[in-house]
């Protein structure tokens, strides 16, 4: 695994071969995600997708997750804001992009990825957009699984299963379990700044996804081409709990771009 420096951090990455002449994919990992797991002991969803399409893919770990630099006192002065995806999405993800010289991506984003591939293609070129169980705003729902994932990581074996994944769990954690339940987050809000959005957009959600209702993908709405899925049998993480059917939608959405 590389690592490349941003903004004086040093961030996990992965690269994936594929054409030099179509618009790269750029994977953004959900709220508790990372490079690796993307991946099962199975499958490898990021280089099926990069195969099935022929396209080079940049998969990294955000700050604070994987193996990328940790955030000290996260839970005291250097606690996440409020508008921590839209600082992601307009701020960090900009200057990674520069950094790897990738002009106009095709953003693959899952969950909290997800809703930073909106924000950034609200302001940003980008070629278009692949969101699986984004968030738009915030739910009674969402705030019940993540209060439970609280507990589960407190009292349960979370903690154990994720630092297989994080090299300083705790940083991947509570960087996003505290400022989800926190007053000041329940104003997030993003359906405005999607308006401005012109680019392609595939949503696919699972219609038994637990940390939000249908409502994120069904009432999407942008200022381009939009295709919204619901997935039977699935819950928040369609690559993984649906992953042919997942894979199919993603390829021949890549396929029919310009």
């Known amino acids: 695994m590389e690592h490349i420096s941003v903004a004086g951090a040093k961030l996990e990455i992965r690269h994936i071969s594929g054409s030099d002449k179509l618009a790269p994919l750029v994977f953004l990992h959900e709220g508790l995600g990372s490079v690796a797991m993307w991946q099962t002991r199975q499958t490898d969803w990021p280089l099926a997708v990069c195969e099935q399409t022929g396209r080079q893919a940049w998969v990294y770990s955000r ?23 839209h600082q992601h999405a307009w701020q960090d993800l900009p200057e990674l992009l520069e950094t790897l010289h990738i002009h106009k991506p095709v953003l693959i984003g899952h969950s909290d990825g997800g809703s930073i591939a909106l924000l950034h293609a609200a302001r940003h070129p980008v070629t278009a957009a692949v969101v699986m169980a984004p968030h738009l705003f915030v739910e009674d ?50 359906r405005e700044d999607c308006l401005q959005i012109t680019a392609p ?17 069904l009432e999407l709405a942008t200022n381009g081409e939009i295709k919204q899925a619901v997935l039977p049998a699935c819950g928040h993480s369609p690559h993984r709990d649906q992953y042919d059917v997942s894979l199919q ?3 021949n959405f890549l396929h029919n771009l310009p």
């Open 141 to 190: 729902m969402t705030l019940q699984a993540i209060e439970a994932a609280r507990q589960a990581y407190l009292q349960g074996d979370l903690r154990s299963k994720l630092s297989r994944f994080h090299k300083d769990v705790d940083s991947a954690f509570w960087q996003w379990n505290d400022i989800w339940l926190s007053p000041e987050f329940r104003s997030f809000d993003i």
């Open 63 to 85: 700050k604070g997750y994987g193996q990328s630099d940790s955030i000290a006192d996260i839970r005291g002065q250097n606690q996440l804001k409020p508008d921590y995806m």
């Open 201 to 217: 957009v595939l949503a696919l959600q699972g219609e038994d996804d637990a940390y939000g209702s249908l409502r994120h993908v």
């Open 249 to 251: 939608q993603v390829t």
